[in-house]
């Protein structure tokens, strides 16, 4: 049987050059599954070297040491390679990784050649196989490889041990496998680890068990991905953490120190993950396991499978930001399950999640939370596209030229007009109609990669069905590669802040907000208040609003975030050290950078604040944070 398939694979290479590559399902004799790719023009990838209808990479098998001292890893990464009788290459995507050798499985050498290096992609590592179809590639991680960090003991919460954590998304994961790194080129996977005592490791697939000794004071940790995935998606920590069950397929991973607070954060997992499958079918990753990391995580969450990585400062005490563990459960079926062929498409990953946590999250708390989630993320999506111009491309879903870059879709927009759309045909389809659709959407492309024009198709012709008067109301290509907001978006429910909006324009008028009400509030709505405060404010007027409110105090990292802001942008000298404290712990660009950007906005005052504490504070963070950090405060004199 896989045998066939592989030779259907190859005939479909040679034959249907411009078609979708059929894949296979696993066998029940236990073969591994191979996934189809895209080789339509919309679904190629200018961020890989790889030519995968030459040659492409169908399992990984990594064989790695974590050398703490050295912040680096090195082993073996062992292949296999699908390709045509004919084909005589394979190109992998590297980042500056030292090859030591590439050999068949036999130890014989094989040629290779590592390209020149290129700005954010890295360098294609060319092998040649001759008949060969399994490659061992030995290597080493290069000194700044960008996927990775390694933690120095005080940047943990246990103080003792140090840590490493992983970032793949977007193109990062070259810089420690060489693979080919292409969400449209997915692959099954296995890992044995071995790392320092009394480190333990955890990755995106499924342990094998309890560590083996493997002498001087290390052990061995085993993992597999049996199911293809795309390789952003392959992931690791290590440090000292430990593991609390939260369900019967969920449970969570963290430091002692941080295990019971993590733990009464996430109760409501298992119940996410049952809601999730009601919305869009059968949760097939098996289990649903978290690690919440150290705060210098660059990102709120990453959707890794069965092991999605979360920073800890979604931990607020009240379960108020556990939207943030919704959208990264949702990912398991947009992202992990259907998954964007190529960048300019991140909007199939994060805007149909976003949709998506939207649903699960009304689920699970009712729809008062969930429209004013829904509210709070439509006006900041408002706010992004008046600043960069309602016709201004980076607005489009489907991003083109420059901003189909990797990081095209930092700018959140993919997000909430994402969402946005979703909602949108969601009203004027009918929920019933939309949810059926959606679901089948995931089953139908289960395992594979997507495009813009795919998912379009694919509404037609099992949505619309031909039905005019439908098309011409939902706007579809608007909606997806037009820039701005199309007219018939639907709202936001005006009612969901009727309450706040209207303290706001109190204090906007005389200044006046009454404090028992805001105590009441939820996190949205405190949230929705401090996002329509004057911009400018004395002293005075922050010293008292910090007074009543107590945000100097909060545990909510998003209010503290808010309230930062806007301090720091009225020069508020009282709030610099709660600000230098934060970031000094916190590494999560979505506060970062905007803080930094916010000191640098104020000349004299802010500049020098900015670049003391970024002087101090620098090492301390992920490559993706200082990638964005050292161009507001390193690039500016
Ligand atoms: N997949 C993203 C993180 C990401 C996106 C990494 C693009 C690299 C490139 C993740 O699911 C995400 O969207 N995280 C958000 C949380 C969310 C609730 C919007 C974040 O980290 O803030
Ligand atoms: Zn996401």
């Not at 953490?241 to 996430?266: C, N, Q, Y």
């Not at 009601?278 to 092991?307: A, H, K, Q």
Request: glycine share 8%; aromatic share 8%.
């Amino acid at each position: 049987m896989r045998l066939f398939a592989i030779l259907s694979l190859v005939l479909s290479i040679v034959t249907l050059g411009a078609c979708s590559m059929q894949g296979s399902a696993p066998d029940a004799d236990g073969s591994p599954m191979v996934s189809p790719i895209l080789t339509t023009e919309d679904a190629k990838d200018p961020y890989s070297y790889a030519q995968p209808e030459v040659a492409r990479v169908t399992h990984v098998a990594l064989d790695l040491e974590l050398n703490f001292e050295n912040r680096d890893v090195s082993g073996t990464a062992t292949l296999d390679v699908l390709a045509a009788d004919s084909a005589d290459k394979v190109i992998l995507d590297t980042m500056g990784l030292e090859i030591l050798s590439v050999t068949d499985n036999a130890g014989s050498d094989l040629p290779f050649e590592v390209g020149e290096t290129k700005e954010g992609i890295g360098a294609p590592l060319t092998i040649t196989l001759g008949d060969k179809r399994q490659v061992i590639i030995a290597y080493k991680s290069g000194p700044k490889a960008k996927a990775l960090q390694w933690l120095v003991p005080e940047q943990t919460a246990g103080g003792k041990h140090p840590y490493l954590l992983s970032q793949g998304q977007p193109t990062l994961n070259r810089t420690w496998i060489p693979t080919q790194d292409s969400p449209g080129i997915r692959q099954t996977w296995e890992a044995k680890i071995t790392a320092p005592e009394p480190l333990t490791v955890v990755m995106s697939g499924l342990s094998g068990g309890d560590p083996t000794d493997a002498g001087k004071g290390r052990r061995v940790f085993n993992f597999t991905m049996d199911k293809p995935v795309a390789p952003y998606l392959i992931a690791i920590a290590a440090g000292d953490i430990v593991f609390k069950e939260l369900g019967p397929r969920s449970g969570v991973w963290t430091e002692p120190a941080m295990l019971d607070k993590a733990a009464a954060e996430l109760a409501d997992t298992e119940k996410m993950i049952d809601a999730a499958e009601e919305l869009y079918g059968d949760y097939r990753w098996g289990r649903y396991d978290m690690i919440v990391l150290p705060p210098s995580f660059p990102y709120g969450g990453m959707e890794n499978p069965v092991m999605t990585f979360l920073t800890p400062t979604f931990i607020a005490g009240d379960r108020s930001l556990t939207g943030l563990v919704a959208h990264e459960l949702a990912h398991s079926w947009s992202g992990n399950l259907v998954t964007n062929a190529n960048w300019s498409d991140s909007w199939l990953n994060e805007g149909t999640t976003s949709y998506f946590e939207n649903r699960i999250i009304e689920k699970l708390y009712g729809n008062k939370r969930a429209s004013q989630e829904r509210a709070l993320n439509f006006a900041a999506m408002e706010e992004t596209i008046a600043e960069k111009g309602s016709d201004a491309d980076i607005t489009a879903l489907h991003l083109t030229g420059e901003n189909a870059s990797p990081e095209g879709g930092a700018s959140g927009v993919i997000y909430d007009k994402g969402a946005s759309f979703f909602h949108t045909v969601e009203a004027i389809v009918g929920r019933e109609k939309f949810d059926t659709w959606l679901e089948s959407w995931f089953d139908r492309h289960a395992f594979e990669p997507a495009t813009s024009a795919m998912i379009l198709a694919d509404m037609r012709k099992n949505l619309v069905k031909g039905d005019e008067e439908l098309e011409a109301k939902l706007l579809l290509d608007e909606w997806v590669y037009q820039p701005g907001l199309p007219s018939n978006a639907l709202r936001p429910d005006p009612a969901a802040f009727a309450e706040v909006d209207k303290a706001a324009a109190a204090y906007v008028a005389n200044r006046t907000l009454d404090k028992a009400v805001w105590e009441k509030w939820t996190s949205a709505e405190r949230l929705r208040l401090l996002s329509k405060l004057p911009q400018q404010l004395p002293d005075e007027e922050l010293a008292k609003l910090d007074g009543d409110l107590g945000l100097t105090a909060s545990a909510n990292n998003e209010i503290l975030f808010a309230w930062l802001k806007l301090s720091l942008q009225n020069r508020y000298d009282p709030a610099v050290p709660l600000a230098e404290e934060f970031l000094a712990t916190v590494g999560r660009r979505k506060f970062v950078a905007p803080l930094f950007e916010t000191l640098m906005e104020q000349g004299e005052w802010g500049k020098p604040i900015a670049k003391r504490i970024y002087a101090k504070t620098r090492g301390r963070y992920h490559a993706v944070t200082t990638g964005t950090v050292d161009k507001t405060v390193l690039g500016e004199d």
